[in-house]
């Protein structure tokens, strides 16, 4: 079956503008990571869905971040205002549950590079 | 702050050699324990996952867990060139929250 799939692959944005990035995840997984990756830097954790239940939002680093998924599914990570240090490979990933059980791992979609000019 | 920490590299090893990558971590109650390979340019793939203390084989990959020493590794026998990665650690608590290393890369010369 498909994998995670995101869009826009790429995104060249000028400061100050809001973007919006897409992620559809594996179908049938309950769980959601929006992740972001800098240059030479590890993942950084931005926000979790699981299911119904309200969204973890704890790695957010501003207020200009903003994050839904809709029908348990799609989710849209959205950035206002954009400022240079935004720019990044912002990563989406999906579980078939709570990647800390077993045989439950992530599964990362391409990435969409986001570069703000 | 949880933290998993480990050497950024580059590692260099020959091809046919075993590569040895290494990552600790601060949190006691971490439970499981990730390696992921990372091309470049390419999102993170997962290769191994260990949950208790000992070894873990799987191919030419071995993952050994110390929780003690809250240390977990990752050794790759006879390394290869489509090896050459970054690889990174990934480190799960009692939640759902990952917490990823900052990776180490690895070069494995013909």
Known sequence: GAGVSQSPSNKVTEKGKDV???CDPISGH???YWYRQSLGQGLEFLIYFQGNSAPDKSG?????FSAERTGGSVSTLTIQRTQQEDSAVYLCASSVGAFSS?????HFGNGTRLTVT | QKEVE???GPLSV???AIASLNCTYSDRGSQSFFWYRQYSGKSPELIMSIYSNGDKEDGRFTAQLNKASQYVSLLIRDSQPSDSAT?????????YKLTFGKGTLLTVNP
């Open chain 2, 87 to 95: 690889y990174l650690c990934a480190v799960g608590g009692s939640n």
């Open chain 1, 102 to 106: 077993y045989n439950s791992p992530l």
């Open chain 1, 30 to 32: 309950t769980a959601l």
């Open chain 2, 14 to 16: 020959p091809e046919g």
């Open chain 1, 20 to 22: 919006e990035l897409r």
């Open chain 2, 6 to 8: 480990q050497n950024s």
């Open chain 1, 60 to 64: 957010l680093p501003s207020d200009r």
